[in-house]
């Protein structure tokens, strides 16, 4: 499975690079996907999720082929 | 509904006449529009804001304001709302987001025009990252409540 994964803002600098590309063997949430990418770095209480640019739970699963985004609560307006 | 993101200064007044204006959907039938501007400070939390840069995530952002701007339209009797917002670089005095509701009496034009601005607030992504006067930058951490 092939899954494109973004980060914005914070967490683009917490992550040190915008985007990754991974290729999982069965299907993963977007927590075990962010321990996968980042394994020294705790994901923020605060972390949003989106698959696929609508909002998700850390808990939901990421299909094949989708677009994962990690960031922060959002502060526009 | 129109929905638009600006690397470019709004001009607030200017986009509603030209808006209005143009709008063949408007003319003549509506009783009221209420509107609201964002516009950015010079200060935030006791320190002096130089300039401001508000990141967002193409085509998520976009995306999200539609389904802001059709939840208070299904839920206000609205004509029809305009959504301005900028990106990219920023200065004290921009005007940051412009939100326009139109509808035949004021109370859905009130409600609806608040009720998408304080979503966009907590919904829309946007991030902005502040240069303070001393030189150092800080992402903003979290929106403030809309009544205090």
């Not at chain 1, 917490?14 to 590309?21: L, N």
């Not at chain 2, 808006?19 to 400070?41: D, E």
């Amino acid at each position: 499975m092939s899954i494109r994964v973004r980060y914005f803002a914070s967490l683009k600098e917490t992550a040190g690079r915008s985007e990754d590309r991974i290729q999982i063997q069965e299907p993963l949430t977007a927590r075990e996907i962010w321990r996968l990418l980042n394994p020294d770095k705790a994901a923020p209480e605060t972390m949003l999720a989106a698959i696929n640019m609508e909002y998700v739970s850390l808990d939901a699963l990421v299909s094949d082929g989708a677009e994962l985004a990690f960031f922060p609560p959002v502060t526009g307006g | 509904m129109s929905i638009i993101l600006c690397e470019q200064p709004i001009e607030p007044w200017k986009e509603l006449e030209a808006y209005q204006k143009n709008s063949t959907l408007l003319k003549g039938k509506y009783g009221a529009c209420n509107i609201f501007t964002g516009v950015m400070r010079d200060f935030n939390q006791g320190d002096t804001v130089e300039s401001m840069y508000l990141e967002h995530y193409p085509g998520m952002t976009e995306l999200q304001l539609k389904h802001i701007a059709e939840q208070g339209m299904r839920q206000w009797s609205v004509l029809d709302c305009l959504i301005m917002h900028r990106v990219g670089a920023v200065a004290p005095n921009d005007t940051l987001v412009l939100v326009a509701c139109w509808a035949v009496h004021r109370g859905d034009a009130f409600d609806a025009c608040r009720f998408i601005m304080e979503t966009l607030k907590t919904q829309a992504p946007f991030w902005k990252k502040e240069t303070l006067a001393t030189g150092r930058t800080r992402w903003v951490e979290k929106n403030s409540e809309g009544y205090q």
